[in-house]
Structure formats: C-alpha cells, structure tokens
C-alpha cells in the first residue's frame, strides 16, 4: 500500500490559478519583487511592488503609442509610410515633408497603443516583462515558477510517489509540468533547484 504521506493530494488547480501575481527581478535593486494583476488579462491596473526598495509602479505608467501615417500624399500621390512609436499620449497631429515631392502637410496619424516592456526575455511577467525571480537550470532545461505558491505546488507534486489525475475535467498545472520535472531519476535534482529557489 501507499501511504497516504506520498500521495499528490494538491488543488486541481490550471495554470492560470497561478497567474494573478508573478515574482520577479526588481528593475531598481534586483531582488524579488511582485506583478500583482487583478485580472488574468494585463489591464493598466496591473502592478509592479517592490518591498526591498518601495518601488512601485502601474503598469499603465508605461503605456506608449506608435504614431503611424500610411496614405498617399496629398500633392504628389506618392505613399507614404512613417511610424514613430514610444509616444506618452497620442499623437492628434503629425506635421510631414513628404520625401518624394517635400511639400510638408500636417497628418492626422493613426495610434497604436502598447507597453514598454524592460526585457525580451522568454521567462518574463506578461505585463512588465521583468525577467521571472524562480528560476534554475536542472540539467540544461530550465525549472520555472510564476510565484511561491506555484512553486510550492510542484515540489508537493515532485515529493509525491504516487500521481493520480485529480480530475478528468480539465488538465491541471501539475500534469502540464515538462518531463524532465516528472521523471523520477531527476527528483532529487528537481528538488534541490528548488530549495536553492526558496532560499535565494
Ligand atoms: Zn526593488
Ligand atoms: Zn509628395
């Protein structure tokens, strides 16, 4: 018989009930601060907070446009193809020398709005795009938790022998963690990165 110690007993949770707030590396001190989100989409009211240095900031806060004019000119019938991006406000005009004829005309520009985000990098939050705080190599792949309950669950799930679907209703986070986290000849490994994780 198992004992009951071994077997997973976690919320049949999806990922998304871990994607309300993400630890991340602080763009002012580098150390872990939090993206908290009130919605599982980024609104502007998202969040960045750091308790380490008290900094703050909303996420609309990095709101940009790119202003773009894209017609053809009203004196040679040449196209015309600008775009400028990294407005704070929208652009309402936009005064152009057309480079074919150079007769300047003032433009009423289209605005695209997006957000600034800090890095490009792959395991990042979706709001700010700050680089994801739980991060480890654990033999050339890479363990990643969005917070510390995420990454809790996977250790009670890693920890656990025996591994029964929760639910047949939907696909849990647990059972969508990659291979090499699964396979019980990386445990232990697993298991290391992830104590090296809760006590950086
Ligand atoms: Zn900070
Ligand atoms: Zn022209």
Known sequence: MESEVDRYVGPPTT?????KEFWVKCPKCSKAARVIRK??????????????????EMADERLRYTATINRACGSC??????????NKEKVAELKYSCPHC??????????????????????ADPVFGLPLWF???????????????????????????LRERQTMRITTMVEKLPQFIKAAKNRETVLKAIERMLNR
């Open 102 to 123: 150079h007769v300047p005309e003032i433009y009423k520009p289209g605005n695209t709005p997006y957000r600034l985000r800090y890095s490009m990098e792959r395991l």
């Open 39 to 56: 919605e599982l989409v980024a609104t502007g009211d998202d969040k960045l907070v750091c308790h380490h240095c008290n900094y703050s």
């Open 135 to 161: 991060q480890e190599n654990v033999k050339g792949e890479t363990l990643w938790a969005g917070n510390k309950e995420h990454l809790l669950e996977i250790r009670n799930y890693v920890t656990s022998r």
């Open 77 to 86: 019938g040449e196209p015309i193809q600008v775009s400028i991006p990294n």
């Open 15 to 19: 990922r998304y009930a871990y994607a």
